[in-house]
Nanobody, 119 residues
């Protein structure tokens, strides 16, 4: 079965940086769109940004210019580089991907990793 596993979360001071990683494992034929979402306490899950297999990425207005998404198709990984972090970036960050495994394309979620921005 396909799994997405995030890593790299933690506590960081405002203005600091953090890098999240997402690794896909299992029987995988191809990975199409990959994305990062986040959910803050009491709020709905929102899209942070997404990247297609060709490497083109788009971002939410709230993180554009501060966050960068990259992926390594050979390693089946995706990273989120977060700079100039703000307290409002505090949330659980989730990896999401459209993956073709043994059948049709399905959408998968990771378990999430906590990012806390606080002094």
């Amino acid at each position: 079965q396909v799994q997405l596993v995030e890593s790299g979360g933690g506590l960081v001071q405002p203005g600091g940086s953090l890098r999240l990683s997402c690794a896909a494992s299992g029987v995988i034929f191809s990975i199409n769109r990959m994305g990062w979402y986040r959910q803050a306490p009491g709020k709905e899950r929102e899209l942070v940004g997404a990247i297609i297999s060709g490497g083109s990425a788009k971002y939410a207005d709230s993180v554009a210019g501060r966050f960068t998404i990259s992926r390594d198709n050979a390693k089946k990984t995706m990273d989120l580089q977060m700079n100039s972090l703000k307290p409002e970036d505090t949330a659980v960050y989730y990896c999401n991907a459209d993956i073709i495994s043994t059948g049709r394309m399905k959408n998968y979620w990771g378990q999430g990793t906590q990012v806390t921005v606080s002094s």
